[in-house]
């Protein structure tokens, strides 16, 4: 008949020199009461647990000092303040952006690129799309909105004044420049919330 060994796995070195660090602790409190030992064993391995999370072990038994003086303060009769002060909570992390979606890519090529080579019709759908998207804040929406289609509806009017007087050609490139300005200024009032989502 055999009988199977269970094998234990080997300590981690940071596992070790906690375990190390506390046994050494006990021996150099064992002349205290119990109950001042017990309190001080648990305060210290709390503390050692709960920095050495996002800390090295070997730098948190360092800032713990040797066992021998915290021993010697337990002798004095108090556990030292700065165990007994909890870590703070690591700061929370702030919310990724969520990436920005093609669309909101294709509304700003609309209203920049579209304004020179699609005049009236890109900046008005690359509006439409911007306005739908849920990337941009009401406020950048109703500005860019409110350029957009005010430099569309603007240049409305200069091409049909320009059409019904004799100044056709210099009422057509007003009417151009001025659908392409504010479908572009639109375009920037919306790029900065567009890049925090990158």
Do not use: C, Q
Not at 36 to 53: C, F, G, H, P, W
Not at 65 to 94: E, F, Q, W
């Amino acid at each position: 008949m055999t009988t199977d060994h269970l094998a234990t796995a080997p300590l981690a070195h940071a596992d070790s020199l906690v375990l190390d660090y506390l046994a050494a602790l006990w021996a150099a409190t064992e002349d205290i009461e119990p109950a001042l030992r017990d309190e001080l064993m648990t305060t210290v391995a709390d503390y050692i647990a709960v920095r050495r999370a996002g800390d090295d072990p070997a730098a948190v038994l360092h800032r713990l000092g040797p066992p021998g003086d915290l021993a010697d303060a337990a002798r004095r009769g108090r556990i030292p303040a700065h165990l007994r002060t909890p870590a703070l909570p690591p700061a929370p992390r702030p919310p990724a952006a969520p990436p920005a979606p093609a669309a909101d890519a294709v509304a700003l090529g609309l209203l920049t690129a579209g304004s020179v080579f699609l005049p009236g019709a890109g900046p008005l759908a690359g509006t439409v799309v911007a306005l739908a998207s849920p990337r941009w804040t009401p406020a950048a929406k109703a500005a860019a909105g409110t350029l957009s289609f005010g430099s569309l509806l603007l240049s409305f009017f200069v091409l049909v004044a320009a059409v019904s007087t004799s100044l056709s050609f210099p009422g057509l490139v007003i009417a151009y420049v001025l659908g392409i300005a504010g479908a572009n200024l639109a375009a920037v009032t919306l790029l900065p919330g567009f890049r925090n989502s990158r």
